[in-house]
């Protein structure tokens, strides 16, 4: 595995090599798995804080956290002043990283619409998401590169779409991945369109029914395998089988509840049922504290909140009567100030919470728990939701959620205090994966022109062996721009693709054939003039912060 990494890191950034290497075919050392990050404030967790400490990282773990660490001779040395350290953040319910199946089009409307199969109805419980993990979605880099290492994924559907697995989002193989299979079954009760069942009503009893022909099943299953003589074997259902683990109580039913009656719902179900119940994505449940802390349920509060009303240029309705609009503004206001202020409602409820991503924009996330935070959730209470508290809820305390010695390495390391609005990520390692990010910003030209990026580029790119570099053509074609990429090891031009420059934001692609696998590489940043500033990712090798000058040659 190491030597295919420095080779696909060779190919990637077309390494030149050093003078002597090639004379005397001295074999190239292997990139390293061990990094040091020096003189740093790591927050080991929320409220514990050490300053002007190092972080020793190795084969994917934390091996030391303190002040007066040696560093190791083969580490990758992160120079840490004025950077902040903190644990990956986790997910507690999310679509990062799964296929989302194709709306079909002409759908024939069954025979019997009040008995549709199991598969029209949206009932797939038994449907695994480890299957639909798709390593190269873009939703897993825009979620690490905010911090976030780790998420529990479910299936995309309705009412009962599949079993759930807690991933790590360092863009690997589905398998490698994945940290725990099947964690939760997962369900929505959303109705199925245009059959049963078609109203929320019908999902609920569709629920009952099913859960309690599952405990039917299973019991006879028991009954049979104990003494098999002159009973009916068993018919196989894999429905029915697929709630056993829940009927069992070693894994619970993880429901969406983004409405504000989801929540009484669930508790109707659990109440009745007596399973194991998780809630994910919760967006209003400040009217039902005391139910929550009662019922033991685990929550994940919605990352997702709604935009604050701007009054700039609004007209008045004169059709509607003051005291009505007086009236109709403040119960927005109230409904609003709820949603923002749900986490700290739950805090001084005494009720732990996780966070979900399920619904909200990654563009939105940070801001949002800035407002979160203003309405009076403080920072570590915030922190502790990212990491601690999630790591509790899905059973991942050993292995993460703090900045200790013997946790996987999966960190996330900010420029300034994590919720200071002007903090930017600099780094995110995820299973002692480094992903780099770019340090400065560069600001979008206001003229509406693009960038002149038409000729030669130098590439520098920061990898864990140095600063290595290649070659980038750019020539346009009309509107758009073609281009290549050689030097070094890559030997034969390779085509550029989705070369995409808005002002002067480019993002490019390409792609590397290594022992028959597809590696695909993409940068990612801003010119200014006739520099780049951006990162180059390649999947679950990394990312790496690179820069580039245009030849005036060209």
Known sequence: MIIKHWKLLLLLIAALPAPGIAQDERELPPVTRTYAITHTTVVQAPGRKIEGATVILKDGIITQVGKDIPVPADAKVIKGDSLFVYAGFIDGLSHTGVIKPKEENNRERPKDPGNPGYEKAGITPQQDVRNLLNPADKSIEEWRALGFTVAQVVPHGVFLPGNASIIQLGGGAPDQSVLVSNSALYSELVPTSNVYPSTLIGVLSKWRELYKQATLSHNYEQVYASNR?????????????????????????????????????????????????????????????????????????????????????????????????????????????????????????????????????????????????????????????????????????????????????????????????????????????????????????????????????????DTPQGKTENKVTFKKDGDSYTGNVVGGMITEPVDLTDIDLDGNALKFNFKITIDGNTVNVSIDGKVDGTSFNGTTSAGSFGSFATTASKDPKF
Not at 314 to 335: F, G, I, S, V, Y
Not at 426 to 444: P, S
């Open 229 to 461: 003589s002159g009973l009916e074997r068993p018919v196989t259902d894999r429905v029915l089988q697929a709630f056993y683990p829940v009927i069992d109580k070693k894994q619970p039913v993880l429901f969406r509840a983004d409405q504000p009656l989801d929540i009484y719902r669930v508790f109707n179900l659990q109440s009745e049922l007596q399973f194991p119940v998780i809630a994910g994505d919760l967006k209003d449940g400040s009217l039902a504290l005391q139910r929550i802390k009662a019922s033991g349920i685990k929550i994940f509060l919605s990352l997702d909140l709604p935009e604050a009303p701007k009054d700039e240029g609004k007209k008045d309705d004169k059709n509607t009567p003051d005291a009505e609009k007086q009236q109709l503004e403040k119960r927005k206001k109230e409904a609003l100030d709820r949603r923002v202020g749900q986490a700290a409602a739950f805090v001084n409820a005494g009720i732990s919470f996780g966070f979900s991503g399920l619904s909200a924009k990654p563009k939105d996330v940070m801001a949002n728990l800035r407002r979160m935070i203003a309405a009076g959730l403080s920072t570590d209470q915030a922190l502790a939701a990212l990491t601690t508290v999630p790591a509790q809820l899905l059973g991942l305390s050993d292995r993460m959620g703090t900045v200790e010695p013997g946790k996987m390495a999966n960190l996330v390391v900010t420029a300034k205090p994590l919720f200071d609005e002007k903090s930017k990520v600099r780094y995110v390692w995820v299973d002692g994966t480094m992903f780099q990010y770019q340090a400065t910003e560069v600001k979008k030209k206001d003229d509406g022109t693009k960038a002149d990026i038409q000729g030669v580029w130098s590439f520098s790119i």
